[in-house]
Structures are given as structure tokens and as C-alpha cells.
Nanobody, 123 residues
Framework: QIHVAESGGGLVQAGGSLRLSCVIA????????GAWFRQAPGKEREFIGSISRSSGSTKYADSVKGRFTITRDNAADMVYIQMNSLKPENTGVYYC????????????????WGQGTQGTVSS
């Protein structure tokens, strides 16, 4: 059984940074993707970025390219997202998810999800 859990959320001022961590434990060889999604208040959950466990390849939403960086530590079953130059519109609950293919952006492509961690950016 795959266990997914996020940590590291908090409150930061606009222009600041946050680093979120996610443990994805119990994966099988077919689970190659670690992804981050965000759900803003009153909005649908949206894709932020993803990483391949095997190759380290990454994919990002256009809105965060150049500001957010996803990395992984396979030995520790961890996926991270470093978020810089944060804006108030980046506020939301951040979810980590496990999936088979790292290039997928649809929520339905990811099977196992964490409980989410709140990230709030004040103006």
C-alpha cells in the first residue's frame, strides 16, 4: 500500500519562499511519477508540476515555470517542491500525488494522494 504525506506548508509574504516535502512510500516499479497539485479556495485542484522517479525529468505548469523547482530523493522516498517569488495567487492547499507517468497533468492520472498542506501568501 502506498503512503503519501505532505509537510512544510505555512504563511509567507509575497516574494518569499516555501519548501514543501512529500513522502511517497511503498511504491511499485510501475509508479514513476511524483506530482504536486494546488487547490485554491473555491477552485478546482490544478496541476503544478511533476517529476520522474527514475530519470528526474520534470514538467511544470506555465504559471510557475522559473519560480518553482521539483526534486526527488529516491533513497528517502521523498519529493520536494521549492517555491520562490511567491504571489498571493499561489495560496492554496498543496497536494502530493503518486502516479505511473511523470508527464501526466490530469488529476485522474494520479491514484494515491496525501492529505494536503496549506500554503498561504500574504500581500
Amino acid at each position: 500500500q502506498i503512503h503519501v504525506a505532505e509537510s512544510g506548508g505555512g504563511l509567507v509574504q509575497a516574494g518569499g519562499s516555501l519548501r514543501l516535502s512529500c513522502v511517497i512510500a511503498g511504491r511499485t516499479y510501475s509508479s514513476d511519477a511524483g506530482a504536486w497539485f494546488r487547490q485554491a479556495p473555491g477552485k478546482e485542484r490544478e496541476f503544478i508540476g511533476s517529476i520522474s522517479r527514475s530519470s528526474g525529468s520534470t514538467k511544470y505548469a506555465d504559471s510557475v515555470k522559473g519560480r518553482f523547482t521539483i526534486t526527488r530523493d529516491n533513497a528517502a522516498d521523498m519529493v520536494y517542491i521549492q517555491m520562490n517569488s511567491l504571489k498571493p495567487e499561489n495560496t492554496g492547499v498543496y497536494y502530493c500525488a503518486d502516479g505511473r507517468r511523470w508527464f501526466e497533468t490530469a488529476e485522474s492520472s494520479y491514484v494515491d494522494w496525501g492529505q494536503g498542506t496549506q500554503g498561504t501568501v500574504s500581500s
